[in-house]
């Protein structure tokens, strides 16, 4: 049997291919819900049945990972969540620095501006390395986070910074404790289930594969 060429039949649809009947807003608040009816072409051929779907349209975000190719550290933020509070484990995560866009902001416009408020921390756009984007969870959200990482120096903040109990902005409801981490200890963390939500995960999990190449090009 001749083995079929895979990539070729990888990813054989795209927009056209889906026809969207109807669409309106089920909820408008900080966020929105919308209600889509709509049908899309198969497989097997032919098109699907009429399709209610309801997607929450949060808008996109940028996630930074701060990281110190001198020292091998990181910035961990420790922060309440509420959408954690169903879990039987804490609702304060450990993350790295994200948010949301503001209008006409882009990505690496993000990354400074939250780097900024949730951390003090000066990042420079020379300082940052895109990784990747992906969407966070599209079975039922429109959101695309847009993942960097920050080269930053330890040493040099930790002393700017000390004394201070916590960061972010007070009318945002922020309230981020900033923890410095060696990258094997961020990576203990993560074996033993201490860090879990997506972003942190994908992030650190993209710093093992790339560490090294990461500090011979920052390093030169």
């Not at 807003?25 to 051929?45: A, I, N, R, T, V």
């Not at 939250?114 to 990042?123: G, Q, T, V, Y």
């Not at 981020?176 to 289930?193: D, P, T």
Request: glycine share 6%.
């Amino acid at each position: 049997m001749k083995e079929q060429n895979l990539p070729n039949n990888l990813l054989r649809f795209n927009q056209t291919d889906i026809n969207v009947h109807h669409k309106k807003s089920k909820y408008q608040g900080f966020f929105k819900l919308d209600e889509y009816q709509l049908s899309h072409k198969l497989f097997s051929g032919g098109t699907s049945d009429l399709l209610t779907r309801e997607i929450f349209e949060r808008g996109d975000a940028v996630v930074m990972m701060p990281y110190d190719p001198v020292t091998d550290k990181l910035y961990l933020l420790e922060q309440f969540r509420p959408g954690a509070i169903r879990e039987n484990c804490s609702p304060w995560l450990l993350e790295f620095i994200a948010g949301m866009f503001s209008k006409n902001e882009s990505p690496v416009e993000v990354a400074i501006r939250e780097a900024k408020e949730e951390a003090d921390l000066k990042i420079d756009k020379n300082d940052l390395l895109p990784i990747m984007n992906y969407f966070s969870s599209p079975g039922g959200m429109s959101e695309k986070i847009h993942l960097y990482v920050g080269r930053v120096n330890i040493n040099e903040t930790a002393q700017s910074n000390s004394g201070r109990n916590s960061f972010g902005l007070h009318e945002e409801g922020e309230d981020i404790l900033l923890h410095v981490v060696s990258r094997e200890q961020a990576m203990n963390l993560l074996n033993q289930g201490k860090i879990n939500n997506a972003s942190t995960i994908i992030g650190l999990q993209w710093l093992a594969l790339n560490y090294k190449t990461l500090q011979t090009n920052w390093l030169g």
